[in-house]
């Protein structure tokens, strides 16, 4: 189960027509799904949209009155793959993942299926991960969209204008027979707002339906001689057709008056950015009534050059905002203005940046520097010099630390990284390739364990090279979600049939736990509709791998480093995996707590570990810290003036995870972390132990005490 | 940059807008407060749009939410998506360095943002890292926010939360409502924290205190005033002998006495008054070369580092203050464990063939520690991970009994080593007083390096070795001193010692 519900949101799914739904986009897009006669969806976690695969999967009870099919895809690649069933069919389907990762990893199925073409309407929703917040590499999809000719919707981000895209994209799918990519960033995947409802519409031909009467045609087959043929249905059919749907439909919008010497044309994605620039010059209301034509383009690719045209008409300098790069739309423009011979002035990447995200500071910006060249007469008076002093405020760059995402407290993986740095210390730095998932965290301080990833489940393949012998065994992380996703494959089997000699370690946390905690086929949770505990080391060892250890608690970093020493220096030859288990545990106290909680005011026997650090014998060095870095770790400074260095300290957000005590006995730091477990509601027995315990303890103390000097009061 | 642009026609409408926006620490509640704040907009008839990055950057990440909210009209307003610096109408931080992130990242303007931050410090990992003190300047910070804001509340919100029960998302929602920030009621506030239906009345009581801090401020915290001087206890005669030695630092310079009392009772509390005197006569060796034209700097500073050098950590002392009473009372209290509950132990201790010779009579320990077969064996004997349950008697009076071992100490090995130390660390320092007395107060200050078990302190050992080394290239130049500063401060800056390494590079470079 994922690590948030929705399960009372899904009740919003059913809304009618006329109804006020408010919440979140992602949820809006569900429902628009519903409302369009979706037949079956699917999709990959990973943000923006895991919350999009969470909703569907919690919603799985309202989509079987439906007769909808929902599908958690092992890939990407799997999920654009299922958008075959639209081939033939005449049934809308929609899938969903991240961008660009999951457009590369989809590709190739996204590829093939833009060649075959779709007679159902065919939906990918990508969440854009770019800029401020996004976890991966800064590209973008569009252009996969210019290689396969798709078509590439970018809407308004509010929840009329993204629910209604979806209606448009299943409908602009069908009339052109071609996919459609509905992209949204990641603030408009999690932007809240309202729209209108309307009744859900069971899929005029459900899945089940359709495969009673199996259909093919080898006319969409991806073969010679009918890919030639695909190629030029495109571009002579299905783009003319597509053309034709958008400017009648009115997918692209205009605003602003019509007659005005300059305008702006928009991805629909910026719009709001764009609308708040002008708000700041005071060149647009409230309402986004503005004093410069706009064209919003709410679909980005193909772009219509008729429209374009009429917009150009009568001006003189147009500003493009298109966020990321390259400027695919800018140079595509150009090439239009070229091509008819107009003489006005396009800006695009020179008064706005090239790369990263238009914030809002950078939009005013260009936006100023676009009206200063363009039209200086909008922006009355001068751009002038401040007349009151702005008072300087201290620079704080210097001061405050970068604070970059890492392990949650007591998370497991982080006493693998402490063996991993524990051996590195006592064997050397070994060449190390890390994966996507949480433990690239791994990567960053203190334990700065790997130096490169390529992606998803390729983190034993981004070492391949290193496997021609040499002084020392090279390392590789996979995670269990990136395992299943194609690690297996692309690394395992890779290592595997290769004859590797290098160390792979899979961090088995029970979840695809970076992307919200979803399970995978080694999750060991019970899933009513997915087939769940299917051992890693299982499939380890079908492809062939021999040398396989299971560790199944990771906190003890002794055994973690003895296994790993172990897999570097053993004359085994070939490919060793360990495989480190422990649960995710974000997720295990989001189950656990409640299920305390109540045992302890039912009255039942509950242990409640938690660490803590005698301050009287930290000396202050942080090893420790530079074995952890975790959150409910950290420094506090004594009120003791011969100290001079803040000492280790552990607040109440401990749950007790055995890192510190494992890492101090492992390491052999220092005997100053202990472990107290509180137990509530104590058996009859253990409490008159304890008295009695306590009693010879309080009467030994006394009689020492009774002899010496000692500091009075409690150490703080 | 903080362009202030003209506006051709400002619509009134515009300026109506809130913007709010959230800046916190992934796992620290955001997304709760915001949606609290959602919720009560749209109940006071406003229309409202929030945004997150939810993702990876919540894993313990700093991260951001905003929230932008006008009065509800006929038709729908443009809202951005993301805070645009000078922008900001309220900004939310719920740490000192969020709140110094948002100031620096131009979200706190002068002329209009209400800053709401929390003091109170949730390290970053490079904070924590340092060997020595990495913290990051707070008071800096602090200054930044008075100029940057226009108004200004700034408390210990997680503190505030936690003493109700709750988390730091209730007393920033109350601490909301009492800056006025917001046009709608208190009472609006608390519908939607009852709305919300999780932990409803430990989230108003949290609301509640910082609703009350943001109004009055928090008091002056009280702890400091109550909190004692330290103070040693113990049977009258022994209290006798201690209060001759009082007096003989009361009689010490002035600028010496404070810390020489600090160090009085830490060495006596770690042995006893014969080892007070032996302090106080270690120091009195120094304060006689010492004069008031330095205002004593030198013997402050001994008094401070010869009682943290006396005070060694050895297994005696850890196994005494890991028995002691007043620790299972802190421990009750840190865990917040009630009389009803049990409170169950486990040390860990890992000892090894050092430790263990360290503790033998001094002549014995250092032939054995000469000779690798014996600690071989020792470490065959001895070296692995102990956990002992300090409740049950068994351990418990194994540690009593290895803090009952003073009497014997100053016979160990280890004391010898200690001595031995102590005693070259304070000649090397004072040698160079006659020419440079500011370069003999750094050396001194140079113990400080030493520190930890194990690894850790046979590291720290190896930099105190190079860094007093270094005295010889920087004699007899003007800035001795400074540089020795210096290299004491690059040495706490990494475990392995590799900017010390550059630092003395660069020394290397110009003698």
Known sequence: MAERSFKAEVEHLRMGNGEVFTGEGILAITKALLENGVGYVGGYQGAPISHLMDVLADAQGLLGELGVRFEANASEAAAAAMLAASVHYPIRGAVTFKGPVGVNVASDALANLCSSGVNGGALIIVGEDYGEGSSIMQERSHGFAMKSQFWLLDPRPNLPCITKAVKDGFELSEASNTPVMLMVRIRSCHVTGSFVTKDNVPPPLTVKEAIANPQSDFNRVVLPPMSYLHEQDKVKNRWPAAEKYIVENKLNEVFGPEKSKIGIVTQGGMYNSVIRGLQRLGLADVFGQTEVPIYCLNVTYPLIRDEFD??????????????????HIEQHLGSFLYKSGRKLKLYGKDVLPMAGEYTGQVMLDGMTAFLKAAAPDMLPGKVRAPNMEEPQIPDLSKTVPIRPPGFCTGCPERPIFAGMKLVEMELGKSQITADIGCHLFGSLPPFEMGGATMGYGLGPAANAAFDGGGERRAISILGDGGFWHNGLTSSIGNMVFNKSDNVAIIVDNYYSAATGGQDVLSSRAQNDTKATQNPISAALKGVGVEWVRQIDHTYDVAKVRDTLKEALTTDFKGPKVIVASSECMLNKQRREKPIRNTAIKEGRRVDVPRFGVDSDVCTGDHACIR????????????????????????????VGCGNCGEVADAAVLCPSFYRADVVHNPGKFETWRAGWRNRIINHLQKRRDAKRLRLKGVVT | MNMVLPQKTPDARVGQIIKLAVMAVGGQGGGVLTSWIESMARAQGYVCQATSVAGVAQRTGATIYYVEMTPKSELEPVFALAPAGGDVDILIASEMME???????????????????STHRSLAVSEKMAPGDGIADADE???????AAQQLILADMDKLAVEQGSVISSSLFGALAGADALPFPREAF?????????G???????????????RHGVAAPEQEAVKPAPALQGPAKEMRKWEGLVARAQAMPAPVQEMALHGLMKVVDFQNCAYGTVYLDRLDGVVAQDDSAHDFLLSATAAKYIATAMAYDDIIRVADLKTRQPRMERIWNEMGAKSANLVELTEFFHPRAEEVASLMPAKMGAAWESNPKRMALLNRLFNKGRRLRTHTLRSFLMLHFLGGLKGYRLQTRRHQVEVAHLEAWLRDSLSVLKDDYTLAVELLKNRRLVKGYSDTHARGLTKFGTVMGAAALLKGRTDAADWMNRLREAALQDPDGKTLEGAIQTVRSFV
Do not use: N, W
């Open chain 2, 200 to 214: 409803v009345e430990a989230s108003l009581r949290a609301f509640a205190a910082g609703y009350d801090a943001a």
């Open chain 2, 141 to 147: 910070v602090r200054a930044a926010a008075e100029i």
């Open chain 2, 190 to 198: 608390e519908d939607a924290i009852k709305a919300s239906g999780k």
């Open chain 1, 627 to 654: 074995l952890s870095g975790c959150p409910s770790l950290s420094l506090k400074r004594l009120d003791d003036p011969l100290r001079d260095d803040p000492i280790a300290h552990i607040d109440q957000t401990c």
């Open chain 2, 99 to 117: 709140v110094g992130r948002a100031v620096m990242r131009g979200f706190v303007t002068p002329d209009r943002t209400v800053l709401i931050g």
């Open chain 1, 310 to 327: 009429a917009f150009c008409e009568g001006k003189e300098h147009v500003l493009v905002v298109e966020e990321g790069q390259p400027e």
